[in-house]
């Protein structure tokens, strides 16, 4: 177990997480906000993706118990970081994405639960100095979310993800460990 925080379980992913991925990563109501429905994920796809040594702690989350989700973290590299306009001087930044996989968890405050306690997490316990994602721009919906859990926008990343066969804009979103 990662943490647990209420009702929200964050653990590490294991081999016999595959086919539940696999699930959620080929249902198009949940492909249209992450990979793409141009994207769908088999037990292969979701081996090459979510199964490798590179970094990122992935990770399923539940609730009460319930597989519901994914998420992943990892610290910024220092080519993400430049990317993105931060120096050294920015110190410990860490990225995280995440997407609530069964749709009946779905507009009931889960996400918000899970952004904000995965927020706390990379501040108190990896002593993270900041957290940054990168949604794209059209996706009000995770957008106000991340806001409300004290994300703010930084910056408009112009064609900056490929999704569903096109360059989309994303926006740099940041929480500071001052929060």
Known sequence: MIYREDYITVRAITEADQQLLADWLSNPELLQYYEGRDRPHDLERVREHFYQ?????????????????????????????????????DGI?????????DPAYWN?????????????????????????????????????????????KKRLLKEHEMHEGQFRDCW???CTAEL
């Open 53 to 89: 040594e590179d970094g990122v702690t992935r990770c399923i989350v539940e609730c009460e118990g319930q597989a519901i989700g994914y998420i992943q973290f990892y610290p910024l590299d220092r080519d993400s970081s430049q990317e993105y306009g931060y120096t050294d001087a």
């Open 93 to 101: 930044i860490y990225g995280t994405d995440q997407f609530i996989g």
């Open 108 to 152: 009931r405050g889960i996400g918000k639960k899970l952004v904000s306690s995965m927020r706390d997490y990379l501040i108190h316990q990896r002593k993270a100095d900041k957290v940054v994602m990168d949604p794209q721009a059209w996706n009000a919906r995770a957008l106000a979310c991340y806001e409300q859990c004290g994300f703010i």
């Open 172 to 174: 740099l979103i940041e």
